[in-house]
């Protein structure tokens, strides 16, 4: 890819890596291409359809020398000017697609939303394909006879000429396709820097793209595709490709290293911005520190033993509150309460209904007035609760649907309201804590839901509001404590509909999300409830059995069987939820779309399947899609919203796990491996 002879054409730079935002390519030894991210359109492999956090080498792919992406699709060229893709338009297939339209190419650029492909010629003319994986297509060949070199400026693609002309076209077509259009006339060089495209003139002057256009820059020591790199890598780096949010560079010795996005594990580290399976969360805190895990919505929160808190994205990235003295935690998707010395109440948060125990807005801590005693706290979407030590139990906040425990509730029913008219609804709401009546004075835990609150006492479990029936297919509205189970209850969990109780003799029973979507399994009226099933683990890669029959029906709650025989945690969901095994094992069913089950993949589980990787858990806890477990030596989480910063979005180079290095030293023409200056 060299030219030589003429010092007015500057070097082909071979593209080692390149990259969409979402996905990453690069060249590894032997000319074989690696990538990873996001694989939902087959760009990361042929035949792969699922995100990739690990790079995959692409079968078949040897003696690459350049690599080019878009979108959905990639490529890779060769030496001997084939060019191989893979994307959307090839998922279903196991082998690129590969191609020779565009003639003897040395450098290629594809478009950054489409499958167009654009080749610069050894004579100096350049091609482009509207279609790849299109073997009807024809290649069109622009005005342009004299190319020196292609770059990309993000929905354009762009040729620098011999003349020093720099002319841009779009690539889809239409009356403007394929037309190039001069930018500037005079430049010597042109470059992609990550995601901008810059461009030097003959006096030395600079421009890169902004939404505005181009801007002139700084003057730039070295080759323009170093125009976003750090001063203190150039000597090292050798390649640099970034767009939306990531940038990856690579140098002297062939490592490659990304930095930014990684919600789909574009940084190729084995991590995405959430975790399938278990990994260390709160790091920097002394083991044995932490006595106290809480979860609510994406927060996940510590209690630390001198009763301080350590929260990762507290209530959307909010600051810390600098709560102290905290004795009892409760977190939702929208606020936060927490009981502290002397038995008062501290919320802080989203208070739109009043669920902070005032009116208004507010910035930090609330205390609530007229509690003094509380001894437990419980918060819903935008309701809270709190039960005093003599038993009382106290509601504010939203009640529409009955779950302030006041008697009141918005009495409509829905389904005969005309979508066209107007009606205007009195809200059932109020900032001034309510006390609920009907409820025995041994509250032993508060959970609430969305839309309901529970109280589990030595009578049995009082709920008000509105109430999944598992069963009755009618979800019943309780606008007072009503009693919904005689179980003896010691430990309640809730999140969005779903609530899990367990029992003194560690038997777990549960209503909403968590049960009703596995209720068609079972025949309540077949089913023998006093029978007691082997805990089965499932096949070796995780799988339950066809025929195994995890939930059985048992009262008004459903009775979770096919689990550990002795439970002593529970953790709920919105539409998940594990139990802590006795033996310090977690076990988990329901939804897995982005790893709640830690399991390692994302297939719901209908039955119960053991978390891997974790013995000697002391504490479990859940927010709406994400689990923590508690052990000796610290946290461990999974799901959405449990990475760490450098794993979610990371401001520093994370090296790429599995790649081995194409460039070397000895590869390099002398103004790529001398550093700048």
């Given amino acids: 890819m060299t030219t030589a002879g003429d010092p007015d054409k500057p070097r082909l730079r071979p593209a080692t890596i390149a990259t969409s935002g979402d996905h990453v390519c690069a060249l590894v030894s032997g000319g074989e291409v690696a990538c990873w991210g996001a694989g939902h359109g087959g760009q990361v492999a042929p035949g792969v359809v699922e995100n990739q956090a690990r790079p995959i080498t692409i079968k078949g792919i040897k003696g690459a020398i350049a690599v080019s992406v878009g979108n959905r699709i990639s490529c890779a060229l060769h030496d001997d000017g084939e060019i191989a893709c893979w994307g959307s338009f090839t998922k279903k297939k196991t082998k690129p697609w590969r191609t020779r339209l565009l003639g003897d190419v040395v450098q290629m650029v594809t478009s950054d939303y489409g499958q167009e492909i654009c080749g ?327 959970a609430l839901g969305e839309a309901f609150s529970c109280a589990a006492t030595e009578g049995g479990l009082y709920c008000w509001g509105l109430i999944a029936d598992a069963a009755g297919g009618v979800d019943p509205t309780y606008d007072t404590a009503t009693l919904v189970s005689s179980v003896d209850a010691g430990m309640i969990r809730a999140a969005g509909n779903s609530l899990c109780a367990l029992d003194a003799e560690g038997v777990v029973r549960c209503l909403g999300e968590v049960a009703i979507q596995h209720v068609g399994k079972v025949d309540p009226l077949e089913h023998d409830d006093s029978q007691e099933e082997d805990y089965d683990y499932g096949d070796e890669d995780g799988e339950e059995e066809e025929d195994a029959e995890p939930f059985a029906q048992g009262g008004p709650l459903w009775r979770i069987a096919g689990g550990p025989r002795k439970v002593t945690d529970i953790a709920v969901g919105e539409k998940h939820a594990c139990v802590l095994a006795a033996a310090g094992t977690v076990h988990c069913w329901g939804d897995n779309t982005i790893g709640e089950l830690g399991d390692g993949s994302s297939r719901q589980r209908e039955g119960l399947v053991q978390v891997p990787g974790l013995r000697g858990v002391l504490e479990i806890d859940a927010g709406d899609a994400h689990t923590c477990a508690r052990r000796a030596g610290g946290v461990s989480c999974w799901g959405r919203g449990t990475a760490p910063e450098e794993h979610r979005e990371s401001k520093i180079a994370v090296p790429v796990i599995g790649i081995t290095p194409y460039l070397t030293p000895g590869l390099l023409g002398e103004a790529e491996a001398a550093p700048a200056g």
Avoid at 388 to 408: A, K, P, S
Wanted: hydrophobic share 35%; net charge negative; aromatic share 6%.
């Fill in 120 to 446: 610069l010629r050894r004579d100096g003319t350049v091609a482009c394909l509207n279609g790849a994986g299109d073997d009807k297509e024809s290649a069109r060949v622009l005005n342009i006879d004299d190319g020196k070199s292609l770059s990309r400026k993000g929905a354009e693609l762009c040729a620098l000429r011999a003349k020093k002309s720099l002319e841009c076209w779009k690539t889809r077509t239409g009356d403007s396709g394929y037309r190039p259009e001069s930018i500037a006339e005079g430049v010597v060089e042109a470059e992609n820097a990550g995601s901008v495209h810059c461009y030097r003139l003959e006096g030395g002057t600079q421009y890169c793209s902004t939404y505005k256009g181009y801007e002139a820059v700084a003057p730039i020591q070295g080759p323009l595709w170093r125009a976003k790199v750090p001063p203190e890598l150039w000597s090292e780096t050798v390649d640099h490709a970034g767009s939306y949010g990531l940038d990856c560079i690579r140098d002297r010795g062939g490592a490659v290293k990304c930095k930014g996005t990684n919600k789909v594990g574009q940084l190729g580290n084995g991590h995405t911005g959430y975790s399938p399976t278990p990994r260390s969360h709160f790091d920097g805190i002394e083991a044995g520190t932490i006595v106290g895990l809480e979860l609510g919505g994406s927060t996940s929160c510590a209690l630390l033993r001198e009763g301080e808190l350590r929260c990762a994205d507290l209530l959307y990235g909010w600051d810390d509150p600098g709560v102290a003295g905290v004795r009892s935690l409760s977190l939702s998707s929208s606020h936060a309460c927490a009981v502290v010395g002397g038995g008062q109440l501290r919320c802080w948060g989203e208070n739109y209904e009043g669920q902070l125990g005032v009116m208004g807005e507010f910035d930090g801590l609330v205390r609530v007035a007229g509690i003094s005693n509380a001894a437990r706290v419980g918060v819903g979407v935008d309701h809270s609760c709190a039960a005093r030590r003599d038993g009382v139990v106290l509601c504010w906040g939203n009640g529409d649907f009955g779950e302030l425990g006041d008697g009141r509730h918005v009495d409509m029913d829905f389904a005969d309201i005309d979508v066209d008219v107007d009606i205007d609804v009195e809200s059932v709401a109020s900032a001034t804590p309510l006390r609920v009546d009907h409820v025995p004075s041994t509250v032993n835990e508060l």
